[in-house]
């Protein structure tokens, strides 16, 4: 085993990152390959890998001017002192404002009784006599009497107070703030009540890794982990935006050439059942296929008898039917011996895949009555309650129980006791 972790990441690069849709598809998703080099980093089937991203550079300079700051000043942070710029790249999420920060700015937002907000952005040091440095204005502070050296940001905002009012009194209001907008765009709001570099950074944010499935078994190609990434587009307030980790793996990292921080996060258990004979079934649409990549890779490998059932499904056939060439091979072999797909904007109606679960419904409880494993990847707020539900009822029905019996059946049977009911949901 390794010691690299999520303080002592291991310097990883890219071998591979190719979009994996269709020309049709209105998706983007990507499989990324990661070298491990002589890390010693293991995993095994199940696992996830995190990705330690960094922010965009662009971001970063654009926030640095409209601060007035030259990003080389030192601030304190939670991982000791460093430059601002360092701190906005690699120790804070810049990508979207966070609660903290917002109710932070306090009463720094009151425009106060008329008097215009000024903000330093640079000092002109006037020397003395005896040798001292002196800066001294007696000025108005209208129109252009302000004093050399120094920058009027705005009037009055009492706009920026009613917002921030608003904000901090309707919890609504503040996620959906939140949620739609970066430091950018609070800079346009807030900005007029001036930073030093250590209050702007006060309230953000820590800059955190993400974690995802690993598709690809360690034996599939050694030295090597593979993802299978949706890359995260969509546009705010007249600015095209993205995820900050998807979109630094997608649009800022060069295979072999970006170095990218990673380290392995191991599951105790979303994993294959020890004996090679027991049947699984996985539902994994969409991105939640990455397990299930790496499970069937395994077994193909084991040797393993027990059968294989998948449940996969996305927007259309054209344009999201990830890894088709593997999945037609593995038919072929008669590793993978039953192959569902659900495309919900193919036909007429919508199709998912736990449609196709209520149609396969006494087959299904077949398997499980007899000691299959069942599995879930993806979606936790819609799919995974959705396929939960079926299962209950599939249970229920061909199973000969009432609906409580089913409950129980699934939630305190296969879930808690006897752990073959498994789920890796986001």
């Not at 002109?124 to 001294?136: A, E, H």
């Not at 974690?211 to 993802?227: D, F, N, R, W």
Request: aromatic share 10%.
């Amino acid at each position: 085993m390794s010691d690299w972790s999520v303080k002592n990441p291991y310097t990883s690069k890219l071998t591979n990152n190719f979009i994996l849709n269709g020309e049709s598809s209105r998706k983007e998703t990507r499989h990324l390959v990661f070298d491990l080099g002589d890390s010693g980093l293991e995993y095994k089937a199940g696992d996830a890998l995190g990705v330690i991203p960094a922010c965009p550079p662009d971001m970063v300079e654009e926030l640095l001017s409209l601060g007035g700051f030259t990003g080389e000043e030192e601030v304190e942070t939670h991982l000791g002192p460093c430059e601002l710029r360092e701190a906005l790249t690699n120790r804070y999420e810049i990508h979207r404002v966070s609660k903290k920060w917002l109710v932070g700015l306090g009463s720094r937002v009151s425009s106060g009784n008329g008097t215009i907000s000024i903000s330093i952005v640079k000092r002109v040091r006037i020397s003395t006599v005896d040798g001292s440095s002196l800066i001294s204005w007696d000025g108005s502070g209208e129109d252009d009497d302000v004093p050399e050296g120094y920058t009027e940001i705005c009037s009055p905002n009492d706009s920026a107070e009613e917002l921030w009012n608003s904000l901090t009194s309707d919890a609504k209001k503040m996620e959906d703030y939140m949620w739609t907008r970066d430091y950018l765009d609070a800079l346009g709001d807030f900005g007029h009540i001036g930073f030093t570099p250590q209050e702007f950074i006060e309230g953000m944010d820590r800059l955190k890794p993400r974690l995802y499935s690993i598709a690809s078994s360690p034996e599939h190609e050694k030295g090597t982990v593979h993802l299978t990434v949706g890359i995260v587009r969509y546009s705010y307030h007249d600015r095209d935006r993205t995820g900050l980790t998807t979109g630094f793996l997608a649009d800022r990292c060069t295979a072999g050439e970006t170095p990218i921080g990673v380290f392995m996060s191991p599951t105790r258990s979303f994993i294959l059942p020890e004996d090679g004979k027991t049947d699984c079934i996985m539902v994994g649409p969409g991105t939640g296929i990455a397990p299930f990549r790496a499970f069937l890779q395994q077994r193909d490998i084991n040797g393993d008898e027990g059968r294989n059932w998948l449940f996969f499904g996305d927007r259309t056939e054209s344009g999201e039917y990830y890894y088709k060439e593997e999945m037609d091979d593995w038919k072929e072999r008669g590793v993978l011996d039953k192959h569902d797909l659900a495309w919900s904007r193919d036909g007429a109606e919508k199709v998912y895949v736990q449609h196709l679960m209520k149609k396969h419904g006494e087959e299904i409880w077949n398997w499980l009555d007899n000691g299959g494993y069942f599995y879930v990847c993806g979606d936790k707020s819609r799919m995974a309650k959705d396929v939960h539900k079926t299962l209950i009822g599939i249970c229920a029905e061909y199973g000969d129980m009432s609906e409580n019996e089913a409950k129980s059946y699934v939630e305190d049977g296969m879930m808690k006791s006897e752990k073959r009911y498994l789920r890796d949901v986001y």
